[in-house]
Protein backbone atom coordinates (compact mmCIF):
# COMPACT_ATOMS: atom_id res chain seq x y z
CA UNK A 1 0.00 0.00 0.00
CA UNK A 2 1.02 3.45 -0.76
CA UNK A 3 2.11 5.74 1.91
CA UNK A 4 2.26 9.41 2.13
CA UNK A 5 4.65 10.39 4.92
CA UNK A 6 5.88 13.41 2.43
CA UNK A 7 3.13 15.56 4.04
CA UNK A 8 4.30 15.46 7.31
CA UNK A 9 7.86 15.32 6.38
CA UNK A 10 7.39 19.15 5.70
CA UNK A 11 7.96 20.09 8.90
CA UNK A 12 10.85 17.92 9.08
CA UNK A 13 14.96 18.27 7.59
CA UNK A 14 14.63 14.34 6.68
CA UNK A 15 14.36 15.20 3.01
CA UNK A 16 15.91 11.62 2.10
CA UNK A 17 13.45 9.96 3.88
CA UNK A 18 10.59 11.99 1.70
CA UNK A 19 11.53 10.30 -1.49
CA UNK A 20 11.39 6.84 0.02
CA UNK A 21 7.34 7.07 -0.35
CA UNK A 22 4.67 8.31 -2.78
CA UNK A 23 1.47 9.53 -2.49
CA UNK A 24 -1.55 7.59 -2.84
CA UNK A 25 -3.23 9.44 -5.98
CA UNK A 26 -7.06 8.45 -4.61
CA UNK A 27 -6.21 11.63 -1.95
CA UNK A 28 -4.21 13.51 -4.08
CA UNK A 29 -5.66 16.78 -4.02
CA UNK A 30 -6.21 16.88 0.18
CA UNK A 31 -2.18 15.94 0.13
CA UNK A 32 -1.39 18.59 -1.44
CA UNK A 33 -3.35 21.26 0.46
CA UNK A 34 -2.30 19.36 3.76
CA UNK A 35 1.43 20.40 2.66
CA UNK A 36 0.21 24.05 2.60
CA UNK A 37 -1.40 24.00 5.55
CA UNK A 38 2.06 22.69 6.69
CA UNK A 39 3.64 25.28 5.29
CA UNK A 40 1.60 27.91 6.84
CA UNK A 41 0.32 28.86 3.87
CA UNK A 42 -3.55 30.63 4.07
CA UNK A 43 -5.65 27.06 2.99
CA UNK A 44 -8.38 25.53 4.59
CA UNK A 45 -8.98 21.67 4.87
CA UNK A 46 -12.38 20.71 5.32
CA UNK A 47 -12.88 17.33 6.67
CA UNK A 48 -16.83 15.98 6.85
CA UNK A 49 -17.86 13.11 8.95
CA UNK A 50 -20.55 11.32 6.85
CA UNK A 51 -23.02 8.11 7.49
CA UNK A 52 -24.87 6.33 9.88
CA UNK A 53 -24.11 6.27 13.88
CA UNK A 54 -20.87 3.98 12.92
CA UNK A 55 -19.49 7.05 10.84
CA UNK A 56 -17.86 8.42 13.47
CA UNK A 57 -16.07 5.50 14.92
CA UNK A 58 -12.57 6.10 13.49
CA UNK A 59 -12.69 9.72 12.99
CA UNK A 60 -13.27 10.56 16.49
CA UNK A 61 -9.82 9.23 17.41
CA UNK A 62 -8.25 9.96 14.45
CA UNK A 63 -9.22 13.86 14.55
CA UNK A 64 -6.86 14.61 17.77
CA UNK A 65 -4.23 12.77 15.91
CA UNK A 66 -4.56 15.26 12.95
CA UNK A 67 -4.89 18.52 15.32
CA UNK A 68 -1.83 17.37 16.80
CA UNK A 69 0.56 17.39 13.58
CA UNK A 70 -1.77 20.46 11.78
CA UNK A 71 -3.08 23.71 12.60
CA UNK A 72 -6.75 23.73 13.54
CA UNK A 73 -8.84 26.28 11.81
CA UNK A 74 -11.53 26.38 13.67
CA UNK A 75 -14.25 24.31 15.26
CA UNK A 76 -16.81 22.33 13.02
CA UNK A 77 -18.15 20.14 15.60
CA UNK A 78 -21.05 22.66 17.11
CA UNK A 79 -23.08 22.51 19.99
CA UNK A 80 -26.54 24.60 20.67
CA UNK A 81 -28.33 26.13 23.78
CA UNK A 82 -32.45 26.12 23.33
CA UNK A 83 -34.18 29.27 25.38
CA UNK A 84 -37.45 29.93 26.05
CA UNK A 85 -40.38 28.50 23.74
CA UNK A 86 -37.89 26.80 21.63
CA UNK A 87 -37.70 23.15 20.13
CA UNK A 88 -35.18 20.81 18.03
CA UNK A 89 -36.56 17.93 16.27
CA UNK A 90 -34.27 14.94 14.91
CA UNK A 91 -37.41 13.88 12.19
CA UNK A 92 -37.94 10.31 11.63
CA UNK A 93 -36.89 7.49 10.49
CA UNK A 94 -39.55 6.88 7.74
CA UNK A 95 -39.20 7.81 4.33
CA UNK A 96 -39.09 10.87 3.52
CA UNK A 97 -37.71 13.52 5.73
CA UNK A 98 -40.75 15.10 7.40
CA UNK A 99 -40.07 18.73 6.73
CA UNK A 100 -36.08 18.78 6.83
CA UNK A 101 -33.24 19.35 4.44
CA UNK A 102 -29.99 17.68 6.18
CA UNK A 103 -28.87 14.17 6.34
CA UNK A 104 -30.04 14.32 10.24
CA UNK A 105 -33.29 15.54 10.08
CA UNK A 106 -32.72 18.40 12.41
CA UNK A 107 -35.40 21.23 12.64
CA UNK A 108 -34.87 24.08 15.06
CA UNK A 109 -38.17 25.49 16.13
CA UNK A 110 -38.65 29.30 17.32
CA UNK A 111 -42.16 30.07 18.77
CA UNK A 112 -42.71 33.19 20.63
CA UNK A 113 -40.31 33.97 23.26
CA UNK A 114 -37.91 31.60 22.02
CA UNK A 115 -34.64 31.65 20.94
CA UNK A 116 -31.38 29.24 20.03
CA UNK A 117 -27.54 29.90 19.95
CA UNK A 118 -24.86 28.11 18.00
CA UNK A 119 -21.46 27.47 19.71
CA UNK A 120 -18.61 25.16 20.05
CA UNK A 121 -18.90 23.13 23.63
CA UNK A 122 -21.18 25.80 24.97
CA UNK A 123 -18.19 28.13 23.60
CA UNK A 124 -16.67 30.56 21.17
CA UNK A 125 -15.72 29.80 17.43
CA UNK A 126 -13.28 31.31 14.98
CA UNK A 127 -14.78 32.62 11.83
CA UNK A 128 -14.14 35.26 9.20
CA UNK A 129 -17.51 33.74 7.58
CA UNK A 130 -20.29 32.27 9.13
CA UNK A 131 -23.68 31.28 7.13
CA UNK A 132 -27.14 30.67 8.16
CA UNK A 133 -29.68 29.36 7.03
CA UNK A 134 -33.87 29.14 7.51
CA UNK A 135 -36.83 28.25 6.30
CA UNK A 136 -39.26 30.19 4.02
CA UNK A 137 -43.08 29.48 4.03
CA UNK A 138 -46.94 30.69 4.54
CA UNK A 139 -48.13 31.42 8.67
CA UNK A 140 -44.06 31.79 9.12
CA UNK A 141 -42.87 34.46 11.62
CA UNK A 142 -39.91 36.77 12.01
CA UNK A 143 -36.11 36.52 13.70
CA UNK A 144 -33.46 39.02 14.07
CA UNK A 145 -29.59 37.70 14.41
CA UNK A 146 -27.36 38.42 17.19
CA UNK A 147 -23.65 37.49 17.99
CA UNK A 148 -21.63 37.54 21.30
CA UNK A 149 -18.20 38.45 20.09
CA UNK A 150 -14.68 38.00 21.91
CA UNK A 151 -13.88 34.98 24.04
CA UNK A 152 -15.89 34.85 26.78
CA UNK A 153 -18.03 37.37 26.13
CA UNK A 154 -21.63 37.24 26.91
CA UNK A 155 -22.87 40.16 25.59
CA UNK A 156 -25.64 39.54 22.77
CA UNK A 157 -25.25 42.13 20.18
CA UNK A 158 -27.84 42.39 17.32
CA UNK A 159 -26.32 42.17 13.92
CA UNK A 160 -26.83 45.01 11.34
CA UNK A 161 -29.20 43.89 8.21
CA UNK A 162 -30.21 40.85 10.15
CA UNK A 163 -32.32 42.99 12.66
CA UNK A 164 -35.97 41.91 11.29
CA UNK A 165 -36.13 38.76 9.15
CA UNK A 166 -39.25 38.10 7.24
CA UNK A 167 -39.96 34.53 6.44
CA UNK A 168 -43.40 34.35 5.51
CA UNK A 169 -43.42 33.69 1.97
CA UNK A 170 -46.01 32.07 -0.88
CA UNK A 171 -44.68 28.53 -0.61
CA UNK A 172 -42.39 26.75 0.77
CA UNK A 173 -38.16 27.64 0.68
CA UNK A 174 -35.31 28.91 2.56
CA UNK A 175 -33.00 31.64 3.08
CA UNK A 176 -29.40 32.23 3.62
CA UNK A 177 -27.53 35.38 5.25
CA UNK A 178 -24.28 35.31 5.13
CA UNK A 179 -21.81 37.34 7.30
CA UNK A 180 -18.34 38.26 6.21
CA UNK A 181 -16.60 39.79 9.05
CA UNK A 182 -12.73 40.18 9.88
CA UNK A 183 -11.41 37.77 12.51
CA UNK A 184 -13.38 37.12 15.69
CA UNK A 185 -14.20 34.58 18.22
CA UNK A 186 -17.84 34.66 18.27
CA UNK A 187 -21.53 32.62 18.80
CA UNK A 188 -24.42 33.24 16.82
CA UNK A 189 -28.25 33.44 17.98
CA UNK A 190 -31.52 33.14 16.63
CA UNK A 191 -34.37 34.98 18.42
CA UNK A 192 -38.26 34.95 17.45
CA UNK A 193 -39.71 38.21 17.14
CA UNK A 194 -43.08 38.03 16.08
CA UNK A 195 -45.86 36.20 14.05
CA UNK A 196 -46.03 32.17 13.67
CA UNK A 197 -42.83 29.67 14.26
CA UNK A 198 -39.43 30.20 12.72
CA UNK A 199 -37.83 27.14 11.83
CA UNK A 200 -33.91 26.92 11.45
CA UNK A 201 -33.11 23.48 9.02
CA UNK A 202 -29.68 23.52 9.34
CA UNK A 203 -27.04 24.43 11.78
CA UNK A 204 -24.84 27.40 10.86
CA UNK A 205 -21.13 27.22 9.13
CA UNK A 206 -18.04 28.82 10.80
CA UNK A 207 -15.57 29.45 8.93
CA UNK A 208 -11.98 30.75 9.34
CA UNK A 209 -10.21 32.01 6.60
CA UNK A 210 -7.51 33.96 8.40
CA UNK A 211 -5.19 31.32 8.96
CA UNK A 212 -3.86 27.63 7.78
CA UNK A 213 -5.63 24.80 9.64
CA UNK A 214 -8.18 21.72 9.35
CA UNK A 215 -11.31 21.16 10.42
CA UNK A 216 -14.03 18.49 10.89
CA UNK A 217 -17.64 18.39 10.46
CA UNK A 218 -20.17 16.23 11.16
CA UNK A 219 -22.27 15.05 8.53
CA UNK A 220 -23.86 12.05 10.67
CA UNK A 221 -27.37 10.77 11.90
CA UNK A 222 -27.72 7.54 13.78
CA UNK A 223 -30.11 5.04 12.32
CA UNK A 224 -29.95 6.85 9.04
CA UNK A 225 -30.50 5.09 5.70
CA UNK A 226 -29.36 6.19 2.40
CA UNK A 227 -32.70 6.26 1.11
CA UNK A 228 -33.85 8.61 4.04
CA UNK A 229 -30.39 10.92 3.33
CA UNK A 230 -31.15 11.44 -0.25
CA UNK A 231 -34.90 12.44 0.15
CA UNK A 232 -34.39 16.16 1.75
CA UNK A 233 -34.64 19.25 -0.05
CA UNK A 234 -31.88 18.99 -2.85
CA UNK A 235 -30.90 22.48 -3.63
CA UNK A 236 -30.56 23.76 0.19
CA UNK A 237 -28.48 20.73 0.53
CA UNK A 238 -26.05 21.24 -1.94
CA UNK A 239 -25.47 25.04 -1.20
CA UNK A 240 -24.41 23.51 2.32
CA UNK A 241 -22.16 21.27 1.17
CA UNK A 242 -20.64 24.13 -1.06
CA UNK A 243 -20.42 26.26 1.84
CA UNK A 244 -18.92 23.10 3.76
CA UNK A 245 -16.34 23.23 1.21
CA UNK A 246 -15.15 19.64 1.59
CA UNK A 247 -11.89 18.33 0.79
CA UNK A 248 -12.35 14.90 2.39
CA UNK A 249 -15.42 12.70 3.90
CA UNK A 250 -15.07 9.87 5.88
CA UNK A 251 -18.17 7.55 5.12
CA UNK A 252 -18.79 4.37 7.00
CA UNK A 253 -22.45 3.05 7.20
CA UNK A 254 -24.11 -0.40 8.00
CA UNK A 255 -26.71 -0.97 4.77
CA UNK A 256 -29.01 -2.86 3.05
CA UNK A 257 -26.80 -4.56 -0.15
CA UNK A 258 -30.20 -5.19 -1.58
CA UNK A 259 -30.98 -1.07 -2.23
CA UNK A 260 -27.27 0.26 -1.13
CA UNK A 261 -25.52 0.34 -4.70
CA UNK A 262 -28.23 2.61 -6.46
CA UNK A 263 -28.26 4.97 -3.35
CA UNK A 264 -24.74 4.78 -2.91
CA UNK A 265 -24.86 6.52 -6.06
CA UNK A 266 -27.18 9.28 -5.97
CA UNK A 267 -25.85 10.13 -2.55
CA UNK A 268 -22.73 10.68 -4.14
CA UNK A 269 -24.38 12.76 -6.89
CA UNK A 270 -24.88 15.19 -4.68
CA UNK A 271 -22.01 15.61 -2.76
CA UNK A 272 -20.32 15.87 -6.69
CA UNK A 273 -23.13 18.36 -8.00
CA UNK A 274 -21.89 20.63 -4.57
CA UNK A 275 -18.55 20.07 -4.98
CA UNK A 276 -17.07 17.16 -7.50
CA UNK A 277 -13.09 17.62 -6.15
CA UNK A 278 -14.26 16.28 -2.95
CA UNK A 279 -12.08 13.19 -2.06
CA UNK A 280 -13.63 9.94 -0.12
CA UNK A 281 -12.01 7.53 2.45
CA UNK A 282 -14.77 4.37 2.47
CA UNK A 283 -14.56 2.57 5.22
CA UNK A 284 -15.93 -1.66 4.82
CA UNK A 285 -17.52 -1.85 8.38
CA UNK A 286 -17.24 -4.40 10.90
CA UNK A 287 -19.01 -7.90 11.25
CA UNK A 288 -22.89 -8.17 12.41
CA UNK A 289 -23.58 -10.45 15.24
CA UNK A 290 -25.18 -13.66 13.84
CA UNK A 291 -28.44 -12.51 14.87
CA UNK A 292 -28.28 -9.93 12.21
CA UNK A 293 -25.89 -11.17 9.86
CA UNK A 294 -26.82 -15.29 10.19
CA UNK A 295 -24.58 -16.49 7.25
CA UNK A 296 -21.97 -13.80 7.60
CA UNK A 297 -22.43 -12.74 4.49
CA UNK A 298 -24.48 -9.23 4.47
CA UNK A 299 -22.04 -6.91 5.80
CA UNK A 300 -19.00 -8.61 3.89
CA UNK A 301 -21.54 -7.86 0.56
CA UNK A 302 -22.19 -4.31 1.42
CA UNK A 303 -18.44 -3.47 1.89
CA UNK A 304 -17.58 -5.51 -1.81
CA UNK A 305 -20.43 -2.62 -3.04
CA UNK A 306 -18.48 -0.11 -1.14
CA UNK A 307 -14.91 -1.22 -2.57
CA UNK A 308 -16.33 -1.32 -6.08
CA UNK A 309 -17.64 2.05 -5.94
CA UNK A 310 -14.81 3.79 -4.41
CA UNK A 311 -12.68 2.02 -7.31
CA UNK A 312 -14.99 3.06 -10.08
CA UNK A 313 -15.86 6.78 -8.89
CA UNK A 314 -12.65 7.40 -6.97
CA UNK A 315 -11.84 7.12 -3.23
CA UNK A 316 -9.56 5.62 -0.97
CA UNK A 317 -11.32 1.84 0.33
CA UNK A 318 -10.17 0.93 4.04
CA UNK A 319 -11.02 -2.55 4.99
CA UNK A 320 -11.52 -2.67 8.64
CA UNK A 321 -13.94 -5.64 8.10
CA UNK A 322 -10.54 -7.68 6.17
CA UNK A 323 -8.78 -6.19 9.75
CA UNK A 324 -10.97 -8.06 12.08
CA UNK A 325 -11.63 -11.58 10.06
CA UNK A 326 -15.42 -12.19 11.88
CA UNK A 327 -17.55 -11.61 14.69
CA UNK A 328 -16.21 -14.52 16.26
CA UNK A 329 -12.58 -13.03 16.16
CA UNK A 330 -14.45 -9.45 17.99
CA UNK A 331 -15.91 -11.59 20.73
CA UNK A 332 -12.16 -13.29 21.11
CA UNK A 333 -10.51 -9.74 21.85
CA UNK A 334 -13.69 -8.18 23.64
CA UNK A 335 -14.21 -6.28 20.46
CA UNK A 336 -17.93 -6.82 19.62
CA UNK A 337 -19.69 -4.15 21.22
CA UNK A 338 -23.21 -3.70 21.11
CA UNK A 339 -23.26 -5.97 18.16
CA UNK A 340 -24.05 -2.94 15.34
CA UNK A 341 -21.42 -0.41 16.89
CA UNK A 342 -17.54 -2.14 17.78
CA UNK A 343 -16.46 -1.41 21.15
CA UNK A 344 -14.11 1.57 21.71
CA UNK A 345 -10.92 -0.44 21.68
CA UNK A 346 -11.82 -2.21 18.40
CA UNK A 347 -12.73 1.23 17.23
CA UNK A 348 -8.68 2.51 18.13
CA UNK A 349 -6.69 -0.39 16.70
CA UNK A 350 -8.75 0.27 13.38
CA UNK A 351 -8.52 3.78 13.83
CA UNK A 352 -4.49 3.31 14.24
CA UNK A 353 -4.00 1.19 11.39
CA UNK A 354 -5.61 3.82 9.14
CA UNK A 355 -3.57 5.95 10.19
CA UNK A 356 -0.83 4.46 9.34
CA UNK A 357 -1.70 3.19 6.37
CA UNK A 358 -2.71 6.43 5.37
CA UNK A 359 0.80 7.33 6.23
CA UNK A 360 0.57 10.69 8.26
CA UNK A 361 2.80 9.16 10.68
CA UNK A 362 6.39 10.23 10.71
CA UNK A 363 7.23 7.83 13.51
CA UNK A 364 4.97 5.06 15.25
CA UNK A 365 3.13 6.09 18.14
CA UNK A 366 5.08 4.21 21.22
CA UNK A 367 3.70 1.09 22.09
CA UNK A 368 2.21 0.70 25.24
CA UNK A 369 4.18 -1.72 28.05
CA UNK A 370 2.88 -3.72 31.00
CA UNK A 371 4.58 -4.89 33.92
CA UNK A 372 3.45 -7.95 35.56
CA UNK A 373 5.00 -10.73 37.81
CA UNK A 374 5.91 -13.76 35.57
CA UNK A 375 4.13 -16.10 38.48
CA UNK A 376 1.15 -15.44 40.95
CA UNK A 377 -0.09 -17.82 43.47
CA UNK A 378 -3.86 -17.86 44.30
CA UNK A 379 -4.60 -19.35 47.41
CA UNK A 380 -8.10 -20.70 48.88
CA UNK A 381 -8.76 -19.68 45.00
CA UNK A 382 -8.59 -16.32 45.11
CA UNK A 383 -5.66 -13.73 43.63
CA UNK A 384 -5.49 -10.44 43.92
CA UNK A 385 -2.79 -9.35 40.94
CA UNK A 386 -1.22 -5.98 40.78
CA UNK A 387 0.69 -3.74 37.42
CA UNK A 388 1.71 -0.92 35.74
CA UNK A 389 1.82 -0.19 32.36
CA UNK A 390 2.93 2.99 30.12
CA UNK A 391 1.25 4.46 26.93
CA UNK A 392 -1.65 2.67 28.05
CA UNK A 393 -5.30 3.64 28.35
CA UNK A 394 -6.37 0.20 28.62
CA UNK A 395 -5.67 -2.88 30.46
CA UNK A 396 -7.36 -6.56 29.67
CA UNK A 397 -7.10 -9.76 30.83
CA UNK A 398 -8.35 -13.05 30.18
CA UNK A 399 -7.78 -17.08 31.67
CA UNK A 400 -6.47 -18.83 29.47
CA UNK A 401 -4.91 -18.23 25.78
CA UNK A 402 -8.54 -18.06 24.02
CA UNK A 403 -11.93 -16.90 25.00
CA UNK A 404 -13.10 -12.71 25.87
CA UNK A 405 -10.80 -10.32 27.19
CA UNK A 406 -12.28 -8.33 30.28
CA UNK A 407 -11.17 -5.06 31.99
CA UNK A 408 -9.04 -4.86 34.55
CA UNK A 409 -9.73 -2.22 37.54
CA UNK A 410 -8.03 0.39 38.66
CA UNK A 411 -6.28 3.11 35.83
CA UNK A 412 -4.40 1.83 33.02
CA UNK A 413 -1.01 2.89 34.64
CA UNK A 414 -2.02 1.02 38.21
CA UNK A 415 -4.18 -1.68 37.43
CA UNK A 416 -5.23 -4.83 39.27
CA UNK A 417 -7.30 -7.62 39.03
CA UNK A 418 -9.29 -9.82 40.97
CA UNK A 419 -9.77 -13.51 40.40
CA UNK A 420 -12.07 -15.63 42.55
CA UNK A 421 -13.23 -19.87 42.46
CA UNK A 422 -9.94 -20.34 41.31
CA UNK A 423 -9.60 -24.54 41.61
CA UNK A 424 -6.63 -26.30 42.17
CA UNK A 425 -4.97 -28.29 39.50
CA UNK A 426 -2.49 -27.24 36.50
CA UNK A 427 -0.94 -23.94 36.46
CA UNK A 428 -2.83 -21.69 34.05
CA UNK A 429 -2.28 -18.60 31.98
CA UNK A 430 -3.27 -15.30 32.88
CA UNK A 431 -3.10 -12.98 29.21
CA UNK A 432 -2.59 -9.90 30.25
CA UNK A 433 -3.22 -6.93 27.10
CA UNK A 434 -2.56 -3.30 27.29
CA UNK A 435 -3.99 -0.70 24.51
CA UNK A 436 -2.57 2.41 23.91
CA UNK A 437 -4.19 5.21 22.41
CA UNK A 438 -3.71 4.38 18.51
CA UNK A 439 -4.28 1.17 18.86
CA UNK A 440 -1.30 -0.52 18.83
CA UNK A 441 -1.87 -3.54 21.49
CA UNK A 442 1.06 -5.34 23.65
CA UNK A 443 0.17 -8.61 25.34
CA UNK A 444 2.04 -10.67 28.33
CA UNK A 445 0.94 -13.89 30.36
CA UNK A 446 1.25 -14.55 34.02
CA UNK A 447 1.56 -18.17 34.91
CA UNK A 448 -0.89 -18.93 37.65
CA UNK A 449 -1.15 -21.29 40.37
CA UNK A 450 -4.13 -22.40 43.29
CA UNK A 451 -3.37 -23.91 45.96
Request: proline content about 6%.
Amino acid sequence: MKHLFCILLLLSVIHATANAYEESPELARTYAKLKQVAAKKKVQVNIGIVGDSVANNKPKIIRPWFEAVFPKATDGILTYVLEGNATVSKGTLALPWDNAYSFTGEIFTLNAGGSVWFGSGGGWVAATRTVLYYEKGPTLGRFKVQRAIGWGNATWTDEPGSLNVDCAAPSRGWGKIVLNKPFQMTRVRFVHLSGGPVRIPLRPIFRNLSAPGVTFRSLDRGGLALPTAISGDRDILIDYLRELDLDLAFFEMKEDPSYYAEALEDFRDIFDEAKPTTEWIFVGSSPLTPDQDPNQTKQAAENTILEAHATARGGYYFDGYGLIGSYANMVTNNWQGDGIHESFTCSQYLAGKLWEDLGYLTTPPPAPTITAPKNATARRGNLILKGTSTNATLIEFRLGLTGPYKRASGSAANWNITLRGLKPGAPAKLTLRATSESGATTETTVTVRSL
